[in-house]
């Protein structure tokens, strides 16, 4: 397994992350723990989850399981970059109880202690910002994830769906705080979804942020979608939006092509060219079996041809470099 530094801590991480959403929703506790220990067995250190993960009546269920995982023991623990989120509704009551969500510091209080039960450890490395909250005063967050780290509840703050604007405003009322701020920022990029390089990715640059990329097949289009579409004889719940996009579907069916042509598979070389991106620690797998997070890992080593990522930025061209990309 390759390992990078996160952002400017000193945090060495896998170039892959693994993604724990499937954990509960659709990957029982078994499997989910047969997946973990095969992806720490791989050198995989980096897992990345949420407090509402397991979503709906099971809200925290993907957390209890990653705390089952770390109470086999085994050095599990100890051997895991741990990453969980804040922000989402987690109460049981429709509509929200007020101070249940976002990230008072009221909030964030409750929930790094409830994170905490559930994932059966006394630290979390990253506390991550799920999105935005427009209400809460920056300084107000910053003071609330102070004592945290004072009392060695967490170790770094990382953000996740964050502007450009807000990493930097983030980042500059830590500064002047004279705190760390913000290390890590997890952004939705992929081939498909080049925005990120408009402003998020500069930004993270700008600060010393690692950039955690979700969603790198692109909700499954850019995993073979249309091959897959033509092998089973349905759409399938991944490719059903492409038939309302002509473009898209020309796009992913020219990308196939190509990888067809140099006999890449197409998750493997949508995760490859991540890792050539500038910016990018590593992009989230999320797999669902065991074959998912094998193939994650193939496309660490897999090299990617000057050809194939010429041919893959004539296919999904990014909207090129900030300013000049915001031109007419």
Request: aromatic share 8%; proline share 5%; charged share 25%.
């Amino acid at each position: 397994m390759k390992y990078t530094q996160l952002g400017r801590t000193g945090l060495e991480v896998s170039r892959i992350v693994l993604g724990t959403m499937n954990f509960g929703p659709l990957t029982n506790e078994a499997d989910s723990h047969t997946i973990m220990d095969a992806a720490l067995d791989a050198g995989v250190n980096y897992f990345d989850t949420a407090n509402v993960y397991g979503w709906g009546e099971n809200k925290g269920r993907t957390e209890e399981i990653i705390g089952t995982w770390f109470a086999k023991g085994g050095d599990r623990r100890d051997k895991v970059v741990l990453a969980t989120k804040v922000n989402g509704y987690m109460g049981a009551e429709t509509p929200a109880w007020p101070n249940h969500h976002k990230l008072s510091a009221v909030n964030i209080r409750r929930a790094v202690d409830a994170s905490l039960k559930r994932l059966q450890t006394d630290h979390i490395d990253i506390y991550q910002f799920h999105h935005v909250d427009r209400n809460t005063p920056i300084d107000e967050i910053w003071q609330a994830i102070d004592v945290l780290i004072q009392q060695g509840k967490i170790l770094y703050a990382g953000s996740s769906n964050f502007p450009g604007y807000k990493i930097a405003q983030a980042n500059e009322a830590a500064r002047h705080a004279g705190k760390v701020g913000l290390v890590s920022e997890q952004c939705l990029y992929n081939l498909a979804e080049r925005r990120a390089e408009m402003e998020i990715i500069p930004a993270a640059q700008e600060y010393g942020l690692g950039v955690i990329p979700w969603s790198p097949l692109h909700s499954g289009l850019l995993g073979g979608a249309i091959r897959k579409e033509r092998e089973r004889g349905d759409a399938g719940r991944s490719v059903g939006r492409l038939k309302d996009s002509p473009k898209l579907r020309d796009q992913v069916q020219a990308y196939e092509d190509l990888l067809d042509k140099h006999g890449v598979e197409p998750g493997e070389a949508a995760l490859a060219w991540l890792l050539t991106r500038p910016g990018v620690t590593g992009p989230i797998v999320g797999p669902r079996t065991m074959e998912q997070l094998e193939s994650g890992l193939r496309a660490v080593d897999l090299e990617l041809s000057d050809e194939v990522l010429t041919g893959l930025d004539e296919i999904f061209p990014g909207p090129g470099p900030s300013p000049e990309a915001f031109a007419w």
